[in-house]
């Protein structure tokens, strides 16, 4: 029996054929795209390290106060 093969060739052209369309259409859009300046950068950077950095704070304050209430609780128990 003959394996089937359609127009576009076998699987394996048909993947190459792929990938390479879609590599075109990414460098297509990725020149669309309006490019941050440095400044913006390290703007951007500065807010998500100030985020970061109180959500830290906050983690482990709240980790801190379920530790102090664990062991509250188990000193009661024993």
């Known amino acids: 029996m003959a394996r089937s093969q359609t127009r576009d060739g076998n699987f394996i052209v048909r993947g190459i054929k792929t990938a390479i369309r879609f590599l075109i259409e990414v460098k297509a859009e990725l020149t669309k795209v309006t ?11 500065w807010v998500v390290l100030f985020g970061v950095g109180i959500t830290a704070v906050w983690v482990f304050a709240a980790d801190q106060a379920s530790a102090i209430m664990i062991n509250g609780l188990i000193r009661l128990i024993h």
């Open 35 to 45: 490019w941050p300046t440095k400044e913006e950068v390290i703007s951007s950077t």
